[in-house]
T-cell receptor, first 115, second 112 residues
């Protein structure tokens, strides 16, 4: 039972390159999220999904795309990376109920540097 | 995290109590959480409180909620070096059960 995993753990890109970050979960959770974490700014929501085949924009969606073709996977794509996208990216999952303990479970993060 | 505010840093002496404060703005917040992030890792849920509670205690952790002032605090008794981390306050609103709003995090450092 791995919980939430993220691939890769680290990546260095050149400006203009593209890449895809993969989040995988084995908890059968409905909701999945992508956040970025920057110093002093906490977590900012990029995109999220409330079920297989659905996606929605978060607080800072520009420059990113996502797909949720399978319930257990949530992909974050950068089509043309920019230095402003240098950050630590976290994936999170949530069961998808209104219960108080329906909180979010986080992956270990992907550290991305764009030169 | 603009609706949830925390101070960025806190330094305490080992063995003392740490108090991390948080303010939120939405009165419809129903569930409030504290997450802990250790270096190089993702966030992990530390504790939570329902909006109809004033206090919750769990071993060394005490959460206080003042709904009138929209103020949440986390007290860690007998702070140890292993408590060094970033602590995030977070809220979930009844109107948007699919989103949790995070504060910017408070970095707790322990001095000997």
């Amino acid at each position: 039972n791995a919980g939430v995993t993220q691939t890769p753990k680290f990546r260095v890109l050149k400006t203009g390159q593209s890449m895809t970050l993969l989040c995988a979960q084995d908890m059968n959770h409905e909701y999945m999220y992508w956040y970025r974490q920057d110093p002093g700014m906490g977590l900012r929501l990029i995109h999220y999904s409330v079920g297989e085949g659905t996606t929605a924009k978060g607080e800072v969606p520009d420059g990113y795309n996502v797909s949720r073709l399978k319930k257990q996977n949530f992909l974050l794509g950068l089509e043309s990376a920019a230095p402003s996208q240098t950050s630590v990216y976290f994936c999170a999952t949530q069961r998808g109920t209104r219960e108080s303990l329906d909180t979010q479970y986080f992956g270990p993060g992907t550290r991305l540097t764009v030169l | 995290g603009e609706d949830v505010e925390q101070s960025l840093f806190l330094s305490v002496r080992e063995g003392d109590s740490s108090v991390i404060n948080c303010t939120y703005t939405d009165s419809s917040s129903t569930y409030l959480y504290w997450y802990k992030q250790e270096p190089g890792a993702g966030l992990q849920l530390l504790t939570y409180i329902f909006s109809n509670m004033d206090m919750k205690q769990d071993q060394r952790l005490t959460v206080l909620l003042n709904k009138k002032d929209k103020h949440l605090s986390l007290r860690i008794a007998d702070t140890q070096t292993g408590d060094s981390a970033i602590y995030f306050c977070a809220e979930r609103r009844y109107s948007s059960a699919s989103k949790i709003i995070f504060g910017s995090g408070t970095r707790l450092s322990i001095r000997p």
